[in-house]
């Protein structure tokens, strides 16, 4: 089974902190990407990683960062946290040998800035 | 991509058969209808997926219409532990490496004793 692991369930920031999420598959897809899900808002693409040091922006990249160093690890950094980033973020990965597979996404991380 | 519409909640008797419905009316030929589910305080989890034909496995069945307009997903005996958001997304993964799934709403299923 695919294993996506994100590094935290649960995280407290401080305003302007400067925070890293970090998610690590171990089935060594080529793709990557980071949700945040707000209520109402369902999930939204922030940013998604195709290969090893690419990266594509998704539909809100505003505040945000990523960094793919290695295939198996894809991180979110949020420059300086805002309490606008309150919100529980989500990992997920999909193989990219062939189109139209699914994805697996991680646990979650529940951020609170304040 | 084609964006979707689902009832925002129903409710389903445990065993029981669940059928859950998406409009996709602006669905373009290549792309793949997606099905999947997030129980509470867990990440989306994957269902089943289709293109044209009506597909089954272990969770589900996908009933894709011939127009391609609608989909119905079906848990055929629903239990407690299929309470859950279930998301209808249309995505083209075709011609890219890279799937991006534009998650909606969904809807909240509820199985109830």
């Known amino acids: 089974d695919v294993k996506v692991t994100q590094s935290s369930r649960y995280l407290v920031k401080r305003t302007g902190e400067k925070v890293f999420l970090e998610c690590v598959q171990d089935m060594d897809h080529e793709n990557m990407f980071w949700y945040r899900q707000d209520p109402g808002l369902g999930l939204r693409l922030i940013y998604f990683s195709y290969d090893v040091k690419m990266k594509e922006k998704g539909d809100i990249p505003e505040g945000y960062s990523v960094s793919r160093e290695k295939k198996e690890r894809f991180s979110l950094i949020l420059e300086s946290a805002s309490t606008n980033q309150t919100s529980m973020y989500l990992c997920?990965?999909?193989?990219?040998?062939?189109?139209?597979?699914?994805?697996?996404f991680g646990q979650g991380t529940r951020l609170t800035v304040v | 991509d084609a964006k979707t519409t689902q009832p925002p909640s129903m409710d389903c008797a445990e065993g029981r058969a669940a059928n859950l419905p998406c409009n996709h009316s602006?669905?373009?030929?290549?792309?793949?209808v997606y099905w999947y589910r997030q129980i509470h305080s867990q990440g989306p989890q994957y269902i089943i997926h289709g293109l044209k034909n009506n597909e089954t496995n272990e969770m589900a069945s996908l009933i894709i219409t011939e127009d391609r307009k609608s989909s119905t997903l079906i848990l055929p005996h629903a239990t407690l532990r299929d309470t859950a958001v279930y998301y209808c997304i249309v995505g083209n993964a075709g011609g890219t490496s890279y799937g991006k799934l534009t998650f909606g709403q969904g809807t909240i299923l509820t199985v109830h004793p």
């Open positions: 602006t669905i373009s030929g290549n792309e793949y």
């Open positions: 997920a990965t999909q193989w990219g040998g062939r189109a139209n597979t699914e994805a697996f």
